[in-house]
């Protein structure tokens, strides 16, 4: 749906977030907003992306709790682990699919961004025509990453990771849904 690849590897995922198109036209209500209401007494929350932990906690950007204080805290950081999952796992398919992306890209520096967008789209395309690859693969590209990971964690900027009271009331009212 939406792509960000004009920043440099070596720069925060919160400050590619903070300053991509996407984040910006939800500030702004540029996107249609849908809410709906999870429980009574409680206002009715927004749609939302999620992120890992070192994204800011928005209204429209969910993240996981930084230290967990009770039980219902720990199935609401699992669950969206769970769903995070699933964006880890389109990435892995994307590197399997256009290996090149896991490694240094020799190409003039203004080209990467257009080299990028496009395996974008045609890795969507060929995942809508039913071209899929070797899930053996795919694991294996997922778990290089889970270590890269482990071995790199992406910790909260400073500056571009901070929480709103408006995202910790959508959190907290998601982990009473669930609860």
Not at 29 to 57: M, S, V
Not at 141 to 161: A, G, K, M, R, Y
Request: charged share 25%; aromatic share 10%; with cysteine.
């Amino acid at each position: 749906m939406d792509v960000e690849c004009k920043w440099p590897g070596s720069v925060h995922d919160a400050k590619v977030f903070a300053n991509s198109s996407i984040n910006h036209k939800m500030k702004t209500g540029q996107l249609p907003k849908t809410f709906i209401t999870l429980l009574p007494g409680y206002e009715a929350i927004p749609n939302y992306l999620i992120g890992d932990p070192a994204y800011p906690l928005r209204p429209f950007c969910m993240k996981e709790y930084q230290s967990c204080v009770t039980n219902e805290e720990v199935v609401f950081n699992n669950m969206l682990r769970s769903a995070r999952n699933q964006v880890e796992c389109a990435f892995g398919r994307l590197k399997v699919r256009w290996g090149f992306l896991s490694r240094k890209v020799d190409l003039k520096l203004e080209m990467v961004p257009t080299v990028a967008y496009n395996c974008f789209v045609l890795h969507n395309y060929c995942e809508i025509k039913g071209n899929y690859l070797d899930d053996e693969e795919v694991r294996a590209q997922i778990l290089q990453h889970q270590t890269e990971e482990e071995s790199h964690p992406n910790v909260p900027d400073p500056v571009c990771s901070c929480e709103t009271s408006e995202g910790d009331y959508v959190r907290t009212v998601l982990t009473k849904y669930i609860q």
